[in-house]
């Protein structure tokens, strides 16, 4: 594969900078995760309590009524005997409709607030960090699409003569305008290089 197709610079400096900074991303989105996992954690708790709650109320509720319908068959006093117990059966009921309330909200505030504790700040820097990256490998594309062509070479020289430092324009030539004026090839691909390695492109020589 071409480098141009990889988002990362081919001069030492530059690559180093990006690596450091992947890395300073991924750990700090992970330190996030982890914050974020325990607050999700620690907000569950309360759903594990209200599932509990719905569980164990639904079990008495299932005895209560069982054994309404159990007293019910009791000549003379079954059916005021039952009635109690249904009603206790659904009581119990109401209790379990809460813990189900209860599971289901703090579930879903769980999952919330993990994610609004953990977002803002992997967004801080992950989105500052996937905009340089991409600015770099637009950048990063358009000057390895013009040093395939000469006109391109000779654009990026002229870029050079207009951004780059005087000290490196004179160690290419002594005389770089009138080199690049002349359409001096070798000058020319110096000053070329010299807008490349700015872009954090290392081209190998020929």
Known sequence: ???????????????????????????WSFAWVLVGLAVHTAVDSIAEVGRQVNDGATGVSRNLNSAGDSTAGFPVFGDELSKPLRAASRAALDIA???????????????????????????????????????????????????????????LALRALANRPLAKLAAVSIDPVGAWRREDAIAIRGLANLELRSSGVARRRS
């Open 97 to 155: 409709g809460a813990g189900h309330s209860l599971d289901t909200t703090a579930s879903w505030l769980a999952i919330v607030l993990g994610i609004a504790v953990a977002a803002p700040p992997i967004l801080f820097i992950a989105l500052p960090w996937l905009a340089l990256r991409i600015r770099f490998f637009r950048r990063k594309w358009m000057v390895l699409t013009l040093a395939a062509t000469p006109a391109g070479e000779q654009l």
């Open 1 to 27: 594969m071409s480098s141009r197709y990889v988002p990362y610079a081919t001069t030492p400096g530059r690559l180093l900078a990006q690596l450091t900074s992947d890395v300073v991303v991924v750990l």
